[in-house]
């Protein structure tokens, strides 16, 4: 009979100990976690772009927003396929609290660039300095690029699908030039 009591006791012991070491760490304060709000346009493009062009002129942007009660500092990074560059006027800033800052984004297309489909990804990580780097927070937007032959007889194409309406410049530019309203040089990357 000593032994039926034993074991229930053991558990109810086991029990209360894990309860106990669970309360603890749920009450123990944890550092609040930062936000960074990351919104904009560039992930709803699909970029169709010649080799050695450039998507200038093209409404591609992030806004980075501090939604944090103190400064961080804001690391923007990029990842493209060779011979691809997203430029971003500032990879390195601070923001203040409830602060944003948004960035016109610029694809070029280098004339060594391969032919094909890629995606492209503009990320922002935020942290904060103190006892040492302390990262805060963090987003990112995705955008496909398809890199095509360029032809020599017409204008480059430069073009985007934004909410499902497909837009092209270079088709645009095409028919006014055709109007010989205006002369278009073409810019090599």
């Known amino acids: 009979m000593n ?89 390195d800033f601070s923001l203040e609290p409830n602060g944003q800052k948004r960035l016109d984004l610029v694809v070029e297309v280098s004339s060594a ?11 922002a990580e935020s942290y904060r300095e103190g006892s040492g780097i302390m990262v805060a927070g963090g987003g990112m937007q995705q955008a496909t690029l398809k890199i095509v032959k360029p032809q020599s007889n017409r204008l480059p194409i430069i073009g985007g699908v934004i909410g499902g309406v497909v837009i092209f410049v270079g088709a645009i530019i095409m028919i006014l030039k055709k109007t010989r309203w205006f002369k278009v040089s073409r810019r090599k990357a």
Do not use: H, W
């Open 3 to 91: 032994k039926g009591i034993k074991r229930p006791a053991k558990a109810v012991a086991r029990v209360v100990t894990t309860l106990a070491v669970l309360l603890l760490l749920l009450l123990t304060p944890t550092p609040a976690a930062a936000g960074l709000g990351f919104t904009g346009n560039f992930y709803r493009y699909g970029f169709v772009m010649e080799q050695g062009t450039t998507s200038e002129g093209i409404e591609a942007y992030v806004t980075i927003i501090n939604t944090d009660a103190q400064p961080v500092k804001v690391k923007m990074k990029t990842e493209t396929p060779p011979g691809v560059t997203i430029t971003i006027p500032e990879t």
């Open 113 to 123: 660039a391969e032919l094909g489909e890629y995606i492209l990804t503009v990320s």
